[in-house]
């Protein structure tokens, strides 16, 4: 257990340091130097045709964000907006992203050596967006790894080339 | 210093020195890229000369930051142009194409000091052939006159004012003098070494007159010479010490001036110092002015550039005003709605007053938000010259290709169009000027069989109409080949027989912007093999433009290119279906009505409306977009007609909104694009619209009616 392997982001590579927040019935957590800032619910334009998970895009300050529901995104059971919902606005590298969470508890700071690697613990698809899970007194949190949960570059037309066409 | 492809470089410059470089470099290869090729047949003397200075001005920043490769190959050049500038050399075709070769590689090796990357350019092929040049080897035949210098002036010729000024001074018993400065010809800042005397001059003395004009040196423009008469309390000793603090100065010479000298008000001057054309003036290249016809409003004829007073501003800084500015608009609005509802609670007599004032401000507001986002979208228009300077070179580069002489006329340099807009004209238009140069002009053999002149000419034209800019392209060459169109396109399956043999030639000519068309008998690779044109027509219609081509067989063709003014904002038909707004680009919106006044019709199981003489297929706006939900919004609805290129369709929608000037927010790109919509707006109160993209809409929607 000593043999953590699991390294953080930052320099200080002791600790993490994060913001934590409860999909359903499970905790999650998430380094704070991505997220800008904590919002609550505010009224969101659904996109029509897009991704379930995808909620829509909202209004931030005169700024276009998308907001992306995690709940359906871990495919965790999603429950009526309640009044602790919020909107966890992250920066990522499209941009800046909302992600819909059941309620926001805390901003902690977990000693390396109570975090252990993904796998011991959970099944195969959450890999691609956990990084480890931290044992705290009362519970478990999940660290959530950013770029593994938000949806990869695609590029949106096909490259603009001039196609060959059989003169 | 590590040598070869893919080494790190290293310059001597900070991140600020690297924005000033990177700038002033660019602006130098730009005006040289313009001017060279116009070298060829002028013999300009104001030309030869910027040319000259613009290469001297490269070859001394690239010094200064330790770029020697630059530094040398601009170096060989200059001395090329000074060659020319003397007279001793005609700038023929062989020494244009020398010096472009070397403007090419030139921008590489600028480029590599943003990478600071080795971009592996070898320059010692094109230093080689430049000094080729200078030993007499070219080609060229009879030199040039001489570049005559302007005449210098004997002497100062002081105005009166400061004539004036001057003698009052000395009444009062301080000495004038005059000041001639040379500074070194190897020096690579002379602009900073005149500043530096001027600021020497201004501590111990009150500079009177100086040539070149104060404003001039200050803005860096200084050269090798300065000449200035000052006022002081100083001897002439205490002068020249301090202008021996400057470096590069290779001689300073200070002479007392007599009252009878001033009074004639010529001071002589120790040599004729050639005065050339003030460095201030940014090179223009000289455009021929057309004769207009048809819609063409007249060009005007070229006019002399006046020196503006002008400030650099990063274009980030300009894109958040304009952001500031959309967040206003969209308060003002909001301000204006929340008066509505307060309208019935002020009509309480005490209010009255209070009302009028609200009133009257809130009016005030919306006035100058409105001047200024305005003055903001003004601000951001750059003239069109930037993406026309590029054209007279290309032209020739794929003339010589195609082995065809081509002249190109340009017009309307000065029409302005919003930065965003800039970006995305330069691709289309130079796939359209190739194509006519390609494909449209004949070769010389050609024409002169036609009976043309053995030239062709492709004359670019650019003009404001409403909140559109257009830009037309037309040559003089052999037209479109409708018939061969008309056959290719039913070869290739993209139009049925029946449908090509009975239209008209007009729509024939729209072929030429269907996928995977192309005419030409052999492939040429400059052009590719004209499957270029659907693209061309896609990217235009992303922007809400559009693209048009007329053509006569045997006498040429002409594009014509309209785009909005700005992409930043749009005039937009706001409507809702189901519980979204949509703003649809009043470009594409033709006609919008009332389900009960519509006339629509069942036609094989597909809703169709007759309007004007025409049947549009009807779909649903939501459930074209993906949202299948129905029966959220109670009452009647509407039709709005859409078209895109020669297809029309209509959208049944829930509500109509009105009309309205929209700021076009993007996507993001979490989301990526989306299928119909090209971006989100803030409404009034705070909540996002979708932008439409009728263009995708109505084509798909036409081709789902034409398959059924």
New interface residues.
């Given amino acids: 257990m000593a043999t953590n392997t699991e390294t953080t982001a930052g320099p200080s590579s002791a600790e993490e340091h994060v913001v934590i927040f409860r999909l359903a019935e499970e905790y999650y957590a998430l380094d704070i130097q991505a997220v800008q800032e904590i919002v609550r619910m505010q009224?969101i334009?659904?996109?029509?045709?897009?991704d379930p998970w995808?909620e829509g895009?909202?209004?931030l300050r005169?700024?276009?964000?998308?907001v992306?529901d995690l709940r359906r995104r871990c495919s965790v059971s999603v429950n009526e907006h309640s009044p602790e919902t919020r909107i966890v606005v992250v920066s990522?590298s499209?941009?800046?992203?909302g992600l819909i969470v059941d309620a926001v508890s805390e901003v902690m700071r977990i000693p390396a050596d109570q975090v252990e690697p993904p796998s011991s613990i959970v099944s195969v698809p959450a890999n691609t967006y956990l990084r480890g899970v931290a044992k705290l007194d009362d519970r478990l949190v999940s660290l959530m790894d950013l770029a593994g949960v938000?949806?990869s570059?695609?590029p949106?037309?096909a490259e603009?080339g001039?196609?060959?066409?059989a003169? | 210093m590590a040598m070869g492809k893919g080494q790190p470089l290293h310059f001597e410059l900070d991140d600020d020195d690297l924005k000033l470089f990177c700038e002033e470099a660019d602006e130098q290869l730009e005006l040289l890229d313009a001017a060279l090729v116009q070298l060829e047949g002028e013999h300009e003397p104001d030309l030869v000369q910027q040319i000259f200075r613009a290469a001297h001005t490269l070859k001394g920043s690239s010094a200064t930051i330790g770029h020697k490769k630059m530094a040398s190959l601009t170096h060989a050049m200059e001395s090329v142009l000074d060659m020319v500038r003397q007279g001793k050399l005609a700038p023929g075709a062989h020494v244009v194409d020398t010096l472009l070769l070397a403007l090419d590689a030139l921008r590489v090796l600028a480029n590599e000091v943003v990478t600071r990357i080795d971009s592996g350019t070898t320059t010692e092929r094109l230093e080689a052939d430049l000094h080729a040049i200078l030993a007499g080897e070219a080609e060229d035949d009879l030199p040039l006159a001489a570049v005559s210098e302007a005449p210098g002036a004997p002497g100062l010729t002081l105005p009166p004012p400061s004539i004036e000024a001057v003698l009052a001074e000395m009444d009062q018993g301080r000495g004038a003098y005059l000041v001639e400065i040379t500074v070194s010809p190897d020096s690579p800042l002379p602009g900073i070494r005149c500043y530096q005397v001027l600021q020497e001059l201004d501590a111990v003395a009150t500079v009177v007159h100086t040539v070149p004009e104060r404003i001039l040196i200050e803005s860096g423009g200084g050269e090798f010479s300065l000449t200035a008469v000052i006022t002081t309390n100083v001897d002439d000793e205490h002068v020249t010490a301090a202008l021996a603090i400057v470096s590069d100065v290779s001689a300073a010479k200070v002479r007392s001036l007599t009252p009878e000298e001033l009074a004639g008000g010529v001071v002589q001057t120790t040599a004729a110092q050639a005065a050339a054309s003030p460095a201030a003036e940014a090179a223009r290249p000289r455009l021929s002015v057309v004769e207009a016809d048809g819609p063409h409003p007249a060009a005007r004829p070229a006019e002399p550039r006046k020196a503006t007073q002008s400030v650099r501003i990063d274009v980030e800084r300009l894109d958040g005003l304009m952001?500031l500015v959309?967040?206003l608009v969209?308060d003002r609005t909001r301000l204006q709605q929340i008066r509505e509802h307060l309208a019935p609670f002020m009509k309480d007599g005490n209010l009255t007053e209070l009302a009028e004032n609200f009133e009257e401000t809130t009016s005030h507001l919306a006035r100058i938000t409105d001047e200024l986002q305005e003055e903001i979208m003004r601000s951001r228009m750059l003239p069109v010259r930037s993406v026309l300077s590029r054209l007279p070179r290309l032209v020739r580069d794929v003339a010589a290709k195609c082995g065809k002489k081509v002249d190109l006329q340009t017009a309307g340099e000065e029409t302005e169009l919003d930065r965003s807009v800039i970006e995305e004209i330069s691709d289309p238009l130079v796939h359209i000027l190739r194509n006519a140069v390609d494909h449209g002009i004949e070769t010389p053999d050609e024409r002169r069989a036609a009976g043309k002149p053995e030239s062709g000419t492709v004359t670019v034209t650019a003009w404001n109409q409403e909140t559109y800019i257009y830009i037309s392209v037309k040559d003089d060459g052999k037209g479109i080949d409708t018939g061969a169109l008309r056959r290719k396109a039913v070869e290739r399956g993209l139009v049925a027989r029946e449908t090509a043999d009975s239209a008209t030639d007009d729509t024939v000519l729209q072929y030429i912007f269907f996928?995977?068309l192309?005419t030409?008998k052999t492939?040429s690779d400059v052009s590719?093999?004209g499957?270029?044109m659907d693209?061309v027509r896609t990217?235009i219609e992303r922007l809400n433009g559009q693209v048009t081509v007329r053509s006569v067989k045997g006498k040429g063709s002409e594009f014509i290119i309209q785009l909005p003014l700005t992409l930043a904002t749009t005039k937009a038909l706001m409507v809702m279906a189901n519980d979204?707004v949509y703003a649809m680009p009043l470009v594409s919106v033709t006609e919008a009505l009332s389900e009960e006044e519509a006339d629509i019709h069942s036609v094989a199981g597909r809703k169709t409306l007759r309007l004007r003489g025409r049947l549009l297929p009807v779909s649903d706006l939501?459930a074209a977009?993906?949202?299948g939900r129905s029966g959220l919004v109670e009452g009647p609805r509407f039709v709005v007609a859409a078209k895109h290129s020669d297809r029309q369709v209509a959208f049944m929608v829930d509500r109509l909104l009105g009309e309205q000037d929209v700021v076009v927010?993007?996507?993001?790109?979490?989301?990526?694009?989306?299928?119909?919509?090209t971006g989100?707006t803030?409404l009034g109160d705070?909540?996002?619209?979708?932008i439409i993209d009728t263009a995708s809409l109505v084509s798909e929607q036409a081709q789902l009616a034409a398959i059924a």
């Fill in positions: 009224n334009t659904s996109i029509p045709g897009s995808v895009i909202t209004n005169g700024r276009v964000v998308p992306i990522s499209n941009g800046m992203v938000l949806p570059e695609e949106a037309y603009e001039e196609q060959a066409v003169a | 952001n959309g967040e969209i996928p995977g192309s030409a492939v590719g093999r499957v270029g693209i990217n979204t939501a977009l993906g949202d927010k993007s996507l993001g790109d979490v989301i990526g694009n989306r299928k119909g919509l989100a803030i705070g909540t996002l619209g979708l």
